[in-house]
C-alpha cells in the first residue's frame, strides 16, 4: 500500500474503559482523524454501555479494557459474538488493558479478541494496532504472545482454582501487584483507583482466601505462579 493510500485510510473505533479520564487521553493521542486515520465513533465505560455502542455504531475496531463494571471484557466479547461473526462487516476487538497476566490475556483471546497491548503502548504504536486488527491480523504486545502460544498448544485444560475464581477480577489484579511487592499508593496509581479501595480488595481478597497478611498472600499467589 503506497504511503498515500495509508494516509487516506479510516478506521472507525468505539473505546472501552471505566476510566473516563484514560478514555479522554487515547482519544487526544490517537483520535486526529486527518492525522492518524482514526475515528472515535463511540466510548463506553461498562459492559451494557459497551455493548449498547458497538452495536448502534458497528465499528472496525472496539479498544476493549479487561476488566469492566458488569461482568468484564469477556462478557463484551460474548455478547457481541454476532458482531464479531458477521461475514460482511465484522466488529473486530483489541485488548487494551494495564493487566499483563496470562489468564486475562487467554481469557479475552478465547472470548474472540483479535490481539492485547498493554497500556504502555505508544500512541503511533496503538494506531498502527488498530489498523492492523482492523485488517484481520492478530497484535499482541511481544511478552505476552507467549501467554497465548502456551495456552493454545497446551492439550490438556488447566484445572479449575476454586479459590482463585472466588476472586473477581480487580481483587485478581490487586493480588497480583501486592504479590509483585507494590505499595498500596503504587497499586492505586496503576489501577487508576484511590488508595481507600485498594485496602478494600486486599482486605476481600485476605477474607475470601482466608489469609492473615501480605506474606501469606504473596505466597499463595507465587505457589500458584500468579506473581
Not at 455504531?57 to 472496525?60: A, G, N, V, Y
Given at each position: 500500500?503506497?504511503?498515500?493510500a495509508?494516509?487516506?485510510?479510516?478506521?472507525?473505533?468505539v473505546?472501552?474503559?471505566?476510566?473516563r479520564?484514560?478514555?479522554?487521553?487515547?482519544?487526544?493521542?490517537?483520535?486526529d482523524?486527518e492525522?492518524?486515520?482514526?475515528?472515535?465513533?463511540?466510548e463506553a465505560?461498562?459492559?451494557?454501555?459497551?455493548?449498547?455502542?458497538?452495536?448502534a455504531?458497528?465499528?472496525?475496531v472496539?479498544?476493549?479494557?479487561?476488566?469492566?463494571?458488569?461482568g468484564?471484557?469477556?462478557e463484551?466479547?460474548?455478547?457481541c459474538?454476532?458482531l464479531?461473526?458477521?461475514?460482511?462487516?465484522?466488529?473486530?476487538?483489541?485488548?487494551?488493558?494495564?493487566?499483563?497476566?496470562?489468564?486475562?490475556?487467554?481469557?479475552?483471546i478465547?472470548?474472540g479478541?483479535?490481539?492485547?497491548?498493554?497500556?504502555t503502548?505508544?500512541?503511533?504504536?496503538?494506531?498502527?494496532?488498530?489498523f492492523?486488527v482492523?485488517?484481520g491480523?492478530?497484535?499482541?504486545?511481544?511478552?505476552l504472545?507467549?501467554?497465548?502460544?502456551d495456552a493454545f498448544?497446551?492439550?490438556?485444560?488447566?484445572?479449575?482454582?476454586?479459590?482463585?475464581d472466588r476472586?473477581?477480577?480487580?481483587?485478581?489484579e490487586?493480588?497480583?501487584?501486592?504479590?509483585r511487592?507494590?505499595?498500596y499508593?503504587?497499586?492505586?496509581?496503576?489501577?487508576?483507583?484511590?488508595?481507600?479501595?485498594?485496602?478494600?480488595?486486599?482486605?476481600a481478597?485476605?477474607?475470601?482466601?482466608?489469609?492473615?497478611?501480605?506474606?501469606?498472600?504473596?505466597?499463595?499467589?507465587?505457589?500458584?505462579?500468579l506473581?
Open positions: 500500500m503506497t504511503e498515500a495509508e494516509q487516506a485510510r479510516r478506521a472507525r473505533v473505546l472501552v474503559d471505566d476510566h479520564m484514560f478514555r479522554t487521553g487515547v482519544q487526544a493521542e490517537i483520535g482523524v492525522r492518524t486515520g482514526v475515528d472515535v465513533v463511540g465505560a461498562d459492559v451494557e454501555q459497551a455493548v449498547t455502542v458497538v452495536t455504531t458497528r465499528p472496525d472496539v479498544l476493549l479494557d479487561v476488566h469492566l463494571p458488569g468484564g471484557g469477556v463484551v466479547l460474548r455478547r459474538a454476532p464479531m461473526n458477521d461475514a460482511e462487516q465484522p466488529v473486530r476487538f483489541l485488548a487494551l488493558s494495564v493487566s499483563d497476566a496470562a489468564e486475562d490475556v487467554i481469557g479475552v478465547r472470548g479478541a483479535r490481539g492485547y497491548v498493554t497500556k503502548i505508544t500512541g503511533p504504536d496503538l494506531v498502527a494496532a488498530v492492523r482492523a485488517d491480523d492478530a497484535v499482541f504486545s511481544p511478552r504472545a507467549g501467554f497465548v502460544l498448544a497446551a492439550t490438556d485444560t488447566p484445572p479449575v482454582d476454586e479459590d482463585l476472586l473477581t477480577q480487580r481483587e485478581r490487586v493480588l497480583r501487584l501486592i504479590a511487592g507494590y505499595a499508593k503504587e497499586i492505586a496509581k496503576q489501577l487508576f483507583i484511590s488508595v481507600k479501595t485498594v485496602e478494600s480488595h486486599v482486605s481478597v485476605l477474607r475470601k482466601l482466608q489469609l492473615s497478611n501480605r506474606h501469606e498472600l504473596t505466597r499463595w499467589a507465587t505457589a500458584r505462579r506473581v
